[in-house]
């Protein structure tokens, strides 16, 4: 008995040798925590390899934006690298910027690698700011990494800005009880309203909605709210609404109607805007703003700066487009023509416009599988180059093609010239004048109608210019006039052969009243940055290991918009065509 009772007691004293802490009421076990010990021995020899993305991809981070550091670090020594410590110091204070650093790591053997994820937040009240972050990987012993700093400009939140642009009044057509058809609101009727509108801030609207109402009972309203999603920059959507005022309603004066637009941020709004909506009057012509990207917006990407060789480092918003992927796609009987004209003779230059013809001949030969692939660049386009190459009767690639047979590709980077009335656009060579567009520039209508009469298998053309008049800009070259067009409209009347040969596909960096940019991080335009990254992989979507047009223009739209509002305005890159060619096979 004694004995047992010697065993309860000692029993007893053990588990309240055990600390407990009371949380919420219950008692819980400490947790013990081990400090290693920490031995002197053979050095380790530490290498790191480091990586940043934002969330946008666009080397800035934002107000309300996350970004990753992230550091692969490896012991290359023959001793345990003990009692490692990873922090990030910035030389600025700004509370809104959080940077979840502190880890620590008790051993790396020889040969391992780990590694450390380290999130960094923006807060909505981020200020403007370039950030010095000095990136230190401590040891115990003292046997530090090399230091290595992230250069990383903040960006203070902008917001969004809801605008009505137009509107339009259909009376006629299923839904519609017109007294007159006259694209008009009379009393008594019951017409359709087409309402445009435009986010004309520096920063997405996100999750937006509209709602129309009127405090007059006498005029119905319906389908009059819904969602409109995220508006992007300069982006531009429409909605319709069903509008019928009775017999009773006065007919002069703008009706007491009106728009309130809303969106997640809740700055930006638009609240009770009294539409232009009268009796027996059309509405104003709907008027699409172009945006101006933000003067004071910081243009430096993020960076990584080092002087070890035991660093290396990526930004993880460039694309290395210089690497080309092989693919599995091979087109034995296919051709394609590669121009890219930078010098000109008469003009300023197109920046990287014969760089571009270079890498996206690497592209066409790599990815694409094209058999013979021709690149012509500067002084190789003079004269009638155009009319000698496509002409369908007597050109040169007339006689590569096999009729139903010859796939064709057409790729041609430089300036394009608008017409002075704007009615006509024209690609250049390097000797056009512009006194001569006519005869020297070629037309772009005649282009595309010179490939279609080719009866090839399929024609697919890729055009980074821009043919608003004006020279390709970027942050290191600033926009020139290329031709006196002032209060001209560029709205040319353009063949379009896709619409009656599906088999005709055209990419085109830009509408035709913007500027196609420049890239300077890969020297090209941004428009075939975003091409040969699209082409790398990054355009598939669906994760099939093929590479669509569809998914292709997707893919470059989004990119090039994204960048070129950062870089000097909004890019919108166009496509046409049919969406289900498979491009490139991996």
């Not at 030389?91 to 959080?98: F, M, N, T, V």
């Not at 006259?182 to 019951?190: F, H, P, Y």
């Not at 006519?438 to 980074?464: P, R, S, W």
Request: hydrophobic share 40%.
């Amino acid at each position: 008995m004694k004995n047992f009772i010697t065993i309860i007691l000692l029993v007893l004293l053990s588990i309240s040798a055990f600390p407990q802490k009371i949380i919420s009421g219950k008692s819980q076990p400490k947790r013990f925590v081990i400090n290693p010990t920490f031995v002197r021995g053979i050095p380790p020899n530490l290498y790191i390899s480091m990586d940043f993305v934002d969330q946008d991809n666009d080397g800035l981070l934002e107000a309300e934006e996350s970004a990753m550091l992230t550091l692969t670090i490896t012991n290359k020594g023959s001793g345990n690298a003990q009692g490692l410590k990873i922090l990030v110091k910035d030389s600025q204070s700004d509370p809104a910027l959080i940077i979840n650093d502190g880890r620590s790591i008790p051993f790396l053997a020889p040969n391992k690698s780990i590694e450390v994820k380290i999130p960094i937040t923006a807060k909505r009240d981020i200020k403007e700011a370039e950030h010095k972050m000095e990136i230190s990987v401590s040891e115990h012993f003292g046997y530090n990494a090399d230091p290595a700093f992230l250069m990383l400009n903040t960006f203070a939140f902008q917001e969004p800005e809801l605008v009505f642009s137009g509107l339009e009044i259909v009376d006629i057509g299923e839904g519609t009880g017109a007294i007159k058809v006259d694209g008009q609101l009379q009393a008594g009727e019951m017409v359709k309203a087409k309402i445009v509108v435009q986010n004309i801030g520096q920063n997405i609207a996100p999750n937006t909605i509209f709602s129309v109402t009127s405090n007059d009972n006498d005029i119905y309203l319906a389908n009059n709210s819904g969602k409109l999603g995220d508006l992007g920059i300069g982006e531009v959507k429409e909605f319709w609404i069903t509008v019928s005022p009775n017999k009773r309603v006065a007919n002069e004066g703008k009706l007491p109607i009106y728009l309130s637009l809303k969106n997640d941020y809740g700055v930006g709004n638009m609240y009770n805007f009294n539409l232009p909506v009268q009796m027996n009057q059309k509405p104003p012509e709907p008027k699409v703003l172009a945006i101006k990207p933000n003067e004071n917006k910081i243009k430096n990407i993020a960076r990584f700066e080092y002087n070890s060789s035991r660093i290396t480092a990526n930004i993880g918003n460039i694309i290395d487009i210089k690497q080309v992927p092989p693919s599995k796609t091979i087109r034995k009987d296919a051709i394609a023509i590669i121009i890219g004209v930078e010098k000109y003779k008469n003009f300023i230059d197109a920046p990287y416009a014969s760089n571009d013809a270079r890498i996206i001949k690497e592209y066409f030969k790599n990815v694409l599988g094209i058999s013979q692939v021709i690149a012509y660049t500067d002084k190789q386009v003079t004269g009638f180059f155009f009319d000698d190459t496509f002409n369908p009767y007597y050109g040169e690639l007339q006689k590569a093609i096999i009729k139903g047979k010859t796939e064709v590709f057409v790729f041609y980077s430089g300036h394009g010239m608008p017409s002075k009335d704007g009615d006509k656009i024209f690609l250049f060579p390097y000797d056009g004048r512009i006194e001569a567009i006519e005869t020297q520039g070629f037309n772009l209508n005649k282009f595309y109608t010179d490939l279609d009469a080719l009866d090839a298998k399929n024609v697919t053309i890729f055009i980074d210019a821009c043919f608003s008049g004006v020279s390709r800009a970027s942050e290191n070259y600033k926009i020139e006039n290329l031709i006196s067009m002032k209060g001209v409209a560029i709205k040319p009347k353009i063949t379009q052969p896709w619409e009656s040969n599906p088999n005709f596909t055209v990419f085109s960096s830009s509408a035709f009243d913007q500027t196609s940019l420049g890239f300077d991080d890969s020297e090209t335009g941004l428009f075939t940055y975003s091409l040969c990254a699209g082409l790398q992989g990054k355009a598939d979507e669906n994760g099939d290991k093929k590479i669509t047009s569809g998914e292709l223009a997707d893919y470059v739209q989004k990119k090039v918009k994204e960048l070129s509002v950062k870089i000097h305005g909004l890019q919108t890159p166009q496509f046409n065509g049919n969406r289900n060619i498979v491009l490139g096979e991996y």
